[in-house]
């Protein structure tokens, strides 16, 4: 997997957010995103209840090119 040139800078923001925690719930994405938990599902493709924060950097950064 290539790593995109902002994904240290996003995984940082969401470090800082959220500190040491790896794992996010489903409501802390969209609550971070602005948007509903039906949407950050879809938008991202989380299949339960949450996702690791290095997953969703790298999900961010997919989805910004």
């Known amino acids: 997997m290539t790593e995109y040139k902002e994904y240290r800078f ?3 923001q969401l ?3 959220f500190g ?3 794992w996010l719930a489903l409501h802390e994405i969209a609550e971070y995103d602005g948007c509903c938990a039906r949407t950050a599902k879809k938008r991202y493709g ?5 996702m ?3 997953v ?3 999900r961010k950064c997919e989805l910004a090119h």
Not at 46 to 50: E, N, R, S
């Open 10 to 12: 996003v995984l940082e």
């Open 56 to 58: 969703l950097a790298a």
């Open 46 to 50: 989380i299949t339960g209840g949450g």
């Open 20 to 22: 040491a925690k790896n």
């Open 52 to 54: 690791d924060i290095t």
């Open 15 to 17: 470090r800082e957010r």
